[in-house]
């Protein structure tokens, strides 16, 4: 043994080697001794109780006993060990602690942000303020909206409120942010986290058509911005307050009567999301409540700023996007056709759709007004476009503060919510300069200096300011006053204000912005007309080269109408600001990234309120964003009106303005509201089932006309019990069901109660073989409260049942019943028709 180590690099050392070999065995022996006996004396120790209770003949369980012990042990030194780490890791950084710790969706806004405070004490004031808040709402809806509404649609000049009750629980602040760094230093900014549910009672009614409506209860949870400004230096030392919303606020009404109410014209092609996302517009940014407090303040200078700022969006390209489109029913996966939907705001826009790619290329530009920066993001959201329901590709949320500071950024950014994609992205930070010495530069950039379009990339921005009119003509009827409305335009750009009713001297008080592509050859076209009947009551042109030469390019006077009467003069406001980009000097080794923040709500969340944002009418702040102009290089047509009807574009009909498909589309307030709001009973098992079944139902009629209900009937008892808490739906039968085979069908129906979706909310009946009129006679119930229920809508779909793979396989017809009746504890039984996709939901009142 000690020859083998003599052969080792130790015997080249000599004697010493020699002498150092036999020494080794009993120093291993003496490190290793000690080990060794702990070893036997641990075995022993665990083997002797084992053969102490087989020598006195005791129970095995007394082993358990003593190792359920010693686990106890060990486990109560683990959770001691593992509270002190979590106490030195909450010391040291407190926010990633309570973050590992708490689901991010559970924590209020003072916890998801460290610059966000409670307010408990802003709350305890509020609860006690809220009666006379309450008195204040009051007010707002009789002096304010009522009259707002009774102008907006001739139908709804009887409209009038019978009970403003907004209930006794008062609106929770959850946090509050104070702006100490980017703001004016006479004025303060803060962003209240608010929140409302409330047990209201508001009343209405609409005289001309002895129409009665109302609200039940409402919601509403979003960022509410307070700005006092400006700070002055006598009592009360703020001089006035503004409020509003720097995005669409979640709200959710229960409304009574609402079916009465969509039956009157001018309201017909409404419906209660679109009502919503109305009166969600009167909130939101630019938009706003401005409260003088005291009279010497310029209150329309508060109400209506000049933006902070043009962002111009580049909405290059993607790559790496995910594949959403499958074929043979899911067996084989396929690629995208991806759009983006962008915001700004309450400004939305949406690209074109690129079929069947995962790398598109866009090449749009789009330019969005921004009027609040600190706290006010750029949101993108990127969408799969498929014929029930569009799938989401990611999302992306940047600060405009980083774009102000870097001007101008061009990168590549990831997409969040998904596991991959990425978006290419070019955004310009434009300056609103008050004069005109860098125009020319700005018209060479923008290549406007030489072509004669009237759209296109922007140059300059027009800001105007309606104020009044007086001693307007009286129109086609002498002994009458008209219902004078102005109409403005600039090039293919035309906006309208409010319509005054019955009198020639109408006060407006309303603001208006343009994008101007050339000020040098652009004119400003201002007609007056009565909308009672259609004739003119006068006009104006001030070509905007005017204004080039006025001082700080803004005109403030009363402009004599022509085509009117000898008097007939409007009062306006006009202010030209050129649009430039500074080019900031940077070292070569300059790093840039805007700050990409992450949503503060779930995906499902974020997709329902911009697409719902999408779906809207033209809402209220329509006349306060600017319009859009088509990118330079497109081809675009002369002569094409903003307001021409738009054809279908994406899954809501936005407007196409009939020009090329990069153009820089219309803002929220031009969105048209023609197309009917998507389902939220999409048939997420079988995607492509609506559609088959459209091209199954075009191929039955094969030229000749079917009857009222040409995909059948289904039979329902619908009705609540109080007693047992439940809603209880008995399907009866079904008829004239259409024939998916030579030998009918197969039909079963199964249910939902909206918006459940889950597999344990879901309902079936047995399947009926090979017939077109099956008996059911089931009995099916959902553990739902009576007011809940009411808030709810039961999706009823009638299918083909069929082996598996197999073809015949599919829907055949679908009916939404909304459950907001007041017969509903009684209950009803009813034939409803099936429709193709549940878009016409049938109500029972």
């Not at 997409?415 to 004069?435: A, C, Q, S, Y």
């Not at 840039?592 to 697409?611: F, I, L, M, N, Y």
């Not at 030229?703 to 209880?728: A, D, V």
Request: one cysteine or more; proline letters at 6%.
């Amino acid at each position: 043994m000690s020859g083998a180590r003599g052969e080792g690099p130790e015997a080249g050392a000599g004697g010493a080697g020699g002498r150092a070999a036999p020494e080794n065995p009993g120093g291993v022996l003496s490190l290793e001794l000690p080990g060794l006996l702990a070893q036997l004396a641990r075995s022993f120790a665990l083997l002797l109780p084992v053969y102490a209770l087989g020598y006195l003949g005791l129970s095995f369980s007394w082993v358990l006993l003593a190792l359920a012990l010693l686990a106890w042990c060990r486990r109560s030194r683990g959770l001691k060990a593992l509270r002190l780490c979590r106490a030195l890791a909450l010391l040291e950084d407190e926010e990633r602690a309570v973050r590992l710790g708490v689901r991010a969706c559970d924590l209020p806004a003072w916890v998801h942000f460290p610059d966000t405070e409670r307010a408990e004490w802003l709350n305890k004031t509020v609860k006690h303020m809220w009666p006379f808040i309450c008195q204040f709402i009051e007010k707002l809806f009789r002096e304010t909206i009522e009259p707002a509404v009774r102008g907006a649609n001739t139908h709804l000049s009887t409209f009038s409120f019978t009970k403003v009750d907004v209930g006794q629980q008062p609106l929770r602040i959850n946090g509050v942010k104070v702006y100490t760094e980017n703001v004016d230093k006479r004025q303060i900014i803060l962003d209240l986290q608010i929140s409302f549910v409330g047990n209201c009672e508001i009343d209405l009614e609409i005289k001309r058509y002895f129409c009665r409506a109302g609200v039940k209860s409402i919601q509403i949870h979003g960022t509410m911005r307070v700005i006092l400004e400006p700070l002055i230096g006598d009592m009360p030392l703020v001089g006035a307050l503004s409020i509003f919303f720097l995005r669409k606020p979640l709200l959710e009404i229960n409304w009574t009567g609402l079916t009465n109410l969509l039956d009157i014209p001018g309201l017909n092609g409404l419906s209660d999301t679109i009502i919503s996302d109305m009166i969600s517009n009167y909130l939101v940014l630019p938009n706003r409540i401005t409260v003088p407090l005291v009279s010497e303040v310029q209150i329309a200078q508060l109400r209506f700023p000049v933006p902070k700022g043009v962002l111009r969006i580049h909405f290059i390209e993607a790559q790496d996007l995910q594949g959403k489109d499958t074929y043979l029913k899911g067996l084989v996966k396929g690629k995208s056709d991806p759009y983006g939907i962008i915001r700004v705001g309450n400004q939305i826009f949406q690209s074109k759709v690129i079929k069947e790619n995962l790398s598109p290329k866009w090449n749009e530009v789009y330019e969005a007004l921004v009027y609040e920066h600190p706290g006010q993001e750029l949101e993108i959201e990127l969408f799969d476009e498929d014929p029930d329901k569009d799938d989401f590709l990611g999302s992306l949320m940047i600060d405009l503060i980083e774009v102000e500071k870097e001007r101008l950024l061009d990168e590549w950014f990831t997409l969040d919510e998904v596991p991959k994609g990425k978006l290419h992205l070019r955004l310009e930070w434009l300056t609103l300069m008050p004069n005109a010495s860098n125009l020319d530069k700005v018209l060479t950039d923008i290549r406007a200096d030489k072509d004669q379009a009237n759209d296109g990339l922007s140059s300059a921005l027009l800001i105007l300011y309606l104020d009044s009119a007086r001693n307007l003509p009286s129109g086609k009827k002498i002994s009458s006053n008209p219902n004078p409305v102005v109409q403005m335009s600039v090039g293919h750009t035309a906006q309208e204000s409010k319509i005054r009713y019955k009198t020639n001297e109408p006060v407006w008080e309303e603001n208006f912005t343009f994008f101007i592509h050339n000020p040098k050859r652009q004119d400003l076209e201002v007609e007056v007309r009565d909308e009672q009947h259609q004739c003119s009551l006068g006009n104006l042109k001030v070509p905007l080269s005017q204004l080039l030469t006025s001082e700080d390019m803004t005109l403030n006077q009363r402009f004599q109408l022509s085509n009117s009467g000898p008097n007939s003069t409007i009062k306006m406001k006009i202010a030209l600001w050129v649009l430039h980009l500074e080019k900031r000097e940077r070292p070569p080794d300059h790093q840039h990234s805007a700050q990409v923040k992450r949503p503060s709500v779930s995906k499902e969340g974020r997709k329902t309120s911009v697409k719902s944002h999408m779906s809207g009418s033209p809402g209220p702040g329509g006349s306060n964003t600017a319009p859009s102009t088509p990118v330079i290089g497109g081809s675009d047509k002369p002569g094409v009106e903003e307001k021409a009807q738009p054809p279908e574009a994406g899954p809501q009909g936005l407007h196409d303005l009939g020009r090329s498909s990069s153009s820089l589309l219309a803002s929220p307030g031009h969105i048209s509201a023609k197309e009917p709001t998507p389902s939220i009973a999409s048939d997420i098992s079988l995607p492509i089932a609506t559609q088959e079944l459209r091209q199954r139902l075009r191929q039955l009629e094969n030229g000749t006309t079917l009857g009222q209900s040409p995909l059948g009937q289904i039979q329902l008892t619908i009705r609540h019990s109080s007693q047992r808490n439940k809603l209880i739906v008995v399907v009866h039968a079904c008829r004239n069901l259409i024939a998916f085979s030579e030998d009918g069908s197969d039909p079963y129906v199964r249910m939902y109660l909206l918006p459940d979706k889950r597999r344990s909310g879901r309902r079936k009946t047995h399947v009926s073989k090979k017939t077109l009129n099956p008996v059911f006679d089931q009995s099916f119930d959902f553990s739902v409260s009576l007011p809940e229920v009411q808030r709810r809508t039961l999706d009823v779909a009638v299918k083909n049942s069929g082996g598996f793979l197999s073809k015949d396989k599919g829907l055949l017809g679908k009916v939404l019943v909304a459950l907001a009746s007041e017969e509903l504890a009684k209950g009803w039984t009813q034939w409803y028709d099936l429709t193709e996709d549940g878009t016409r939901p049938q109500v029972m009142t």
